[in-house]
């Protein structure tokens, strides 16, 4: 039950990296396909010049897991961060740069340890001042 709770999303802004962005997206599926969780990859083009807007419609047509936004013009890399936050759906965001591959494999980490931290919880969690919270 608690499995269908947690989802992961990459958070990640593009500007100008249609060259890597497919080499990108396998490292993650390698990493997290494997696990049995859900994740997504939120893909925000920061106003690129290049194909990055064709290569990220690609990959969204061909897995629902993909998402991308495409600004209008760059705004900056913490507009993009927003956009993306905005648009993860799920338990957990993950900011990444596509450009660091070596950080995915980190990922695994941070996502098998965020796994068991959930998984020790109890089943009700406290709010605030000790009044009841949500039940799982």
Known sequence: MIWRLLSFHCVVPCFNEAAVIETFYSAVDD???????????????????DRTWDV???????????????????????????VGLRMSRGWAAVLMDVEVLDSVGDFRLLSRQAVDTVLSLPETISGPAGRPGATR
């Open 56 to 82: 990220n419609g690609g990959l969204s047509l061909s897995d629902r897991r993909v998402r991308y936004a495409a600004l209008s013009r760059n705004f900056g890399r913490e507009a993009a961060i927003l």
């Open 31 to 49: 990493v997290l396909g494997p696990i049995t969780l859900d994740y997504e990859i939120c893909y925000v083009d920061d106003g690129s010049t």
